[in-house]
């Protein structure tokens, strides 16, 4: 019996000494200025199709810029939540005038297959025939969430916030510094 339990205990000890000795660590995941910078200029060459897309109403072709389980939250409106979701509101938009945005990149910060995009936006509205809404123009700022999926970078959650005061809620304000 004791040599049943010294036998036991030396293969106990020698399994731990070997998987000591093996580098638990993981990959590093790719991070830093230098990425950041990479990803930035992923991100504008894809923000300067989805501008073009938007003005010509191919929603679809936005759309597979957008992660299945996307969440856009527009100004003054409840949340986008779905790829399905984000194609048939703004399928409807489309209908009723032409949208043109210029989007444009301030800051990436990225880690790995997740980068958080901070950016500035003008967005011009130009109403057809049917549409139900005036003319308009808006600006403000912008937080996009991209994640790469299937080695493709894909926008998560996208949050644009109008620097424009509502209709009716007195004079523009400025922050102060």
């Avoid at 897309?53 to 191919?58: E, N």
Wanted: charged share 20%; glycine share 6%; proline share 8%.
């Amino acid at each position: 019996m004791k040599n049943l339990i010294s036998s036991l205990l030396i293969a106990l000890l020698f399994s731990l000494s070997i998987s000591s000795c093996q580098d638990s660590k993981s990959p590093e995941l790719p991070s830093g200025a230098e990425y950041s910078e990479q990803i930035k200029k992923i991100i504008e060459e894809k923000n300067a199709k989805i501008e073009t897309w938007y003005a010509a109403g191919l929603i679809d072709s936005v759309a597979s810029y957008f992660a299945e389980d996307c969440i856009q939250l527009p100004p003054n409106q409840p949340p986008i939540i779905g790829n399905e979701n984000f194609k048939e509101m703004w399928n409807q938009n489309i209908e009723i005038g032409q949208w043109d945005f210029d989007l444009s990149t301030e800051k990436v910060k990225a880690s790995g297959d997740l980068a958080t995009e901070y950016g500035t936006y003008t967005l011009s509205f130009t109403p057809n025939e049917n549409s139900p809404i005036p003319a308009m123009t808006d600006h403000g700022s912008y937080v996009v969430l991209w994640e790469k999926i299937d080695q493709e970078w894909k926008v998560l959650w996208d949050a644009p916030v109008s620097d424009l005061p509502l209709p009716g809620s007195g004079p523009e304000t400025s922050p102060q510094e």
